[in-house]
């Protein structure tokens, strides 16, 4: 199948720091990415998706950033909030009709 | 409805008997994804519909998995003669269907084989 793997299993910041969370994904062809949430008991909530055109997209404290180069997806969280520990979750899509996940990275954030 | 539904939230079932877990996906969503979760695993895909076309089931792994959709709303996904490794997290997604559009989750449902 196909693989999405994530560098970093865990993540540990202070309050108030900036996270980067990385995601290395494997297929060339993927066009489109989503980036999610996923707290402890929940099904993954989305939080902010990119397209293969795009190399940088912000949402509100998130961006996401995409270098098709080498194939790299990262989730950037400002200001991180103690609301924000959770696992995140990249998906990519090689075609329309899957989407491929990596086991996640968990994000501590420490008050 | 305003989410994707799923039921039950939670089932211990005995091994070797069926269980079936219903999805309600968003109104007016066409795609319907199943995903499975197993403890600290990433999210397995197992099958996908899109509107009445052929249900994409390359991902079921097993013949004892199976699921329908009925009306292009809600999906039914049984598991027949449960096992120990069936235990996991059973996620539903929809989406509006098409190209480049975002696939949301219901909170799943956690199936226990004991």
């Known amino acids: 199948g196909e693989s999405v793997g994530l560098h970093l299993p865990t993540l540990s910041v202070q309050e108030g720091d900036n996270s980067i969370i990385n995601c290395a994904y494997s297929?060339?062809?993927?066009?489109?990415f989503i980036w999610y949430k996923q707290e402890s008991g929940k099904g993954p909530q989305f939080i902010i998706d990119?397209?293969?055109?795009?190399d940088k997209r912000q949402g509100q404290r998130v961006t996401v950033l995409l270098n098709k180069t080498v194939k790299h997806l990262s989730l950037q969280i400002a200001a991180t909030q103690p609301g924000d520990s959770a696992v995140y979750l990249c998906?990519?899509?090689?075609?329309?009709?899957?989407?491929?996940f990596g086991s996640g990275t968990k994000l501590n954030v420490k008050p | 409805g305003a989410g994707v539904s799923q039921s039950p939230s939670n089932k211990v079932t005995e091994k070797g008997k069926d269980v079936e877990l219903r999805c309600d996906p968003i109104?007016?969503?066409?795609?319907l994804y199943w995903y499975r979760q197993s403890l600290g695993q990433g999210l397995e895909f197992l099958i996908y519909?899109?509107?009445?076309?052929?249900?994409?089931k390359s991902g079921l792994p097993s013949d004892r998995f199976s699921a329908e959709r009925t009306g292009g709303s809600v999906s039914t996904l049984t598991i027949q003669r449960t096992q120990q490794e069936d235990s996991a997290v059973y996620l539903c997604?929809?989406?509006?269907?098409?190209?480049?559009?975002?696939?949301?989750f219901g909170e799943g449902s956690w199936l226990t084989v004991v």
């Open positions: 998906a990519e899509r090689p075609n329309f009709n899957k989407f491929y």
């Open positions: 297929n060339s062809a993927s066009d489109y």
């Open positions: 109104s007016g969503h066409t795609a």
């Open positions: 997604a929809s989406s509006l269907g098409g190209t480049g559009n975002t696939i949301y």
């Open positions: 990119i397209r293969s055109n795009m």
């Open positions: 519909f899109q509107g009445n076309s052929a249900p994409d």
